[in-house]
C-alpha cells in the first residue's frame, strides 16, 4: 500500500478520528487502513474507530482508474480477498467489516472503552444525589421560607430528573427498529407526571414525585435487565433519591 500511495489519483483519500485530510499524512499513526470503493457503507466502522478515538486511514478507489484496479487485484492475489472493503490492522491484512468487529485486539479496545463509560456513568449518576441530600438537609435544618424554599428546590430537581429518565428511554425506542409505540408513550409520561406535581402544592407533590421514581425504576428493571450494572445503579439512585424526597416531605410536613 505505501508503495502505491506515490501513485494514488485523487480519488485517494486520508484520514484519521474526527478530522479530513488532502495530503497523504498522519500514516505511520494510523493503525487501521480502510480500502474502500464508492459503494462500500463504512460509516459504523469509521464511527466506532471514531469513538475508540484510534487513528485511521480510509482509501478509495475506483475500479474506472487502472492504478486502483491494478492494486485491487494485487492485493486479491495477495491476500485472497475478494471484495471490498479491505482492512489492515496494525499493518497486517484482517478481512473485511466483520472480521475487524471480532478481531481481539477491536474486542479489547471496546471491552477497555465500555468499563470507561461505565465508570463515568456511576460517576456522574451518583454526584447527582448531592443535589436531593443538599435539598433534604436544607428542609430539614432551615426554618420558615428557606425551609420551604429548599423542599420547592428539591421537587423541581426531582421532577428535571424523573424527565431525564424517560428521555433515556425515548432515546433507546428511536434507536431500534423492533420499537413499539407504547414504549414512546412511556418514555414520556416521567417528564408528565414531574410537570403536574410541580403544579401541585408541595405536600401533594412530593408523594407524586415519588410514585414517578418508584415506577419508573419498576419499568428500568425489565427493560434493561440484560444491563446488570445498570439496573444496580439505577436501583442505588432511585433509593438515594427516595430517601431525600421522603425525608423533606416529612421534615416540611
Given at each position: 500500500?505505501?508503495d502505491?500511495?506515490?501513485?494514488m ?16 499524512t498522519?500514516?505511520?499513526e ?8 464508492s ?7 469509521t ?13 478509495q478507489?475506483?475500479?474506472a ?8 487485484q ?6 485472497g480477498?475478494?471484495t ?9 491484512f ?18 477497555r472503552?465500555a ?24 428542609v ?25 429518565i424517560g428521555?433515556l428511554?425515548?432515546?433507546t ?26 403544579l401541585?402544592?408541595v405536600?401533594y407533590?412530593?408523594?407524586?414525585v415519588l ?19 445498570f ?6 439512585l432511585?433509593i ?5 424526597i421522603?425525608a423533606a ?5
Open positions: 500500500i505505501r502505491r500511495e506515490s501513485a489519483n485523487e480519488s485517494g483519500i486520508t484520514r484519521q478520528a474526527g478530522q479530513d485530510l488532502t495530503a497523504d498522519g500514516t505511520a494510523a493503525r487501521v487502513t480502510l480500502i474502500v470503493s459503494l462500500t457503507d463504512d460509516r459504523r466502522v464511527r466506532f474507530l471514531d469513538a475508540l478515538g484510534w487513528a485511521y486511514k480510509r482509501e478507489w475506483s475500479m482508474s487502472s492504478t486502483d484496479r491494478e492494486a485491487f494485487e492485493l486479491q492475489q495477495q491476500t480477498w475478494k471490498l472493503p479491505m482492512i489492515f490492522l496494525d499493518g497486517k484482517i478481512g473485511g467489516i466483520d472480521e475487524l468487529f471480532s478481531h481481539p485486539a477491536i474486542k479489547d479496545a471496546d471491552n472503552a468499563m470507561h463509560m461505565k465508570t463515568w456513568a456511576r460517576r456522574l449518576g451518583y454526584a447527582g444525589l448531592l443535589p436531593f441530600a443538599a435539598g433534604a438537609l436544607g430539614m435544618l432551615l426554618n420558615g421560607t428557606a425551609s420551604a424554599w429548599m423542599l420547592d428546590a428539591l421537587l423541581a430537581y426531582a421532577a428535571v430528573i424523573l424527565s431525564f428521555a428511554h425515548w432515546a425506542a428511536i434507536t431500534r427498529d423492533d420499537s413499539q409505540p407504547l414504549e414512546l408513550m412511556i418514555s414520556v409520561m416521567p417528564a408528565l407526571l414531574g410537570w403536574v406535581a410541580l401541585m402544592p405536600m407533590a412530593s408523594p407524586v410514585l414517578g421514581f418508584v415506577l419508573i425504576y419498576l419499568y428500568d428493571r425489565s427493560s434493561w435487565s440484560g444491563l446488570a450494572w439496573v444496580k445503579l439505577r436501583k442505588h432511585t438515594g433519591a427516595t430517601l431525600s421522603s416531605w416529612l421534615a416540611g410536613a
